[in-house]
């Protein structure tokens, strides 16, 4: 691990010939638009946070300033931590061999990375790469338009979304995004998608009763009052990510499979954060048992070392793609960057890794231990309504008044966040998601974590919530 006389070096190193470090801060705050940012801030004291390097689970900013990550690289990405000297290796080996061409032909990283990764997806066969989590979706809805085109008069067209859950950025993923702080001021969206009710059982929106069988009868109403015949295919996340980390209740992903072979719906399911690992099983829809048509991944795939996206679908949705009589029918889909090599050159070593190092088995368990952690938090603070997740991915609801879950004031939510960043522990927490519920504090530490990096992430949030609550 680096310390930090080492750390200050290296950048003194590498920044003397060139930059001096607040040379490169005054650059991005002239220069670089952040993502998810108000500017407004960099105009007086505060400086942009310029992260220089990572190393493990941790990273270090442009003071020298050691964090332990809690969230992969702030949106639940870097699965296998920070400075993997063989997947960089591996990338430049690949970028000097052959670094690009269009898609219309294959690479040799592309084939056997889809060989890997089809051996871990039991009935799935068929790999399409690009290079984002929104483009991998967008794909679907594409294909699902064109089968309804091809097999349905284009009458299936319909594409069921869930309240809270989120897909992407593009306009269409926002059509089909149920966090409504995310799609404001955006629109018009693509027509075409349509809500059905969130999941979560602890804002439970129906009163008396098995929560399940509510949450699906009110799904089969939403399918009914559409017309099954105008649906092609429902998109869900296996566990919600930035809506809140919504956990399903129990029984609910049986119900789904019978709804969809009920109503040939055809289900996909966004792997975008659950994908390779994030709950302990490679994807998050092998937790419980479903069997999808299309399974969309992106982030954990090469942890951040190069972009990459997957869409990944069954032999049958593939051969509806092939007629040789109509030179309309196949996919005229292209993904530019999905031809370049370095995304499946970094996600074979990223797979191999968390094989060789045993990370699923290491997730679950420490998952558990997080999970238990969390409970404690919660017996301690009356501020924690619910700690939910799967795996080393878990959220900590927070709430002002726990007989009514009425959720805690999003800035004080924020002041935990930050008390846990000066301390040195980088937490996440929903934002600019649901309106009024951006109060789930976020966890997706890496897969390599261990009991003492959990401790030291969860006692920061203890001291966070006592300093910012009481
Ligand atoms: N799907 C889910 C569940 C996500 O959380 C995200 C991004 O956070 C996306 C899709 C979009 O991925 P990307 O930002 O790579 O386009």
Redesign the pocket.
Known sequence: MLNKQIYARSVAMDYATTNDIQEIVEADRKNVWHHLSQHKQFESKVDPRIIVEGKGMRVWDQHGKEHLDGVSGG??TVNVGYGRVRIADAVRDQLVKMNYFAGSAGSIPGSIFSEMLLDKMPGLSRVYYSN????A?EKVYKMVRQISHKHHNGKKFKIIYRER?????TIT?LAAGGQQERNAQYGPYTPGFVEIPHCLEYHNQYGEGDYTKQSLDAIEAVILREGANTIGAMVL?PVT??GGVITPPQGYWEGIQSLCKKYEILLHI?E??CGLGRTGTWFGYQQYGIKPDFV?M??GVASGYAAI?CTVTTEAIFDMFKDADDHMSYFRDISTFGGCTAGPAAAIENMKIIEEENLLANTTSMGEYLMGKLEELKDKHKCVGQARGKGLFCGLELVSDRISHAPADEKMVQAVVGNCMAQGIIIGATNRSIPGFNNTLCLSPALISTKDDLDQITSAMDKAMTDVFG
């Open positions: 949106v639940w984002s989590g929104s483009e979706n859950d989120y897909h992407g950025t993923n996340e990510a930035g966004d975008v954060v969309t992106a982030k996206s």
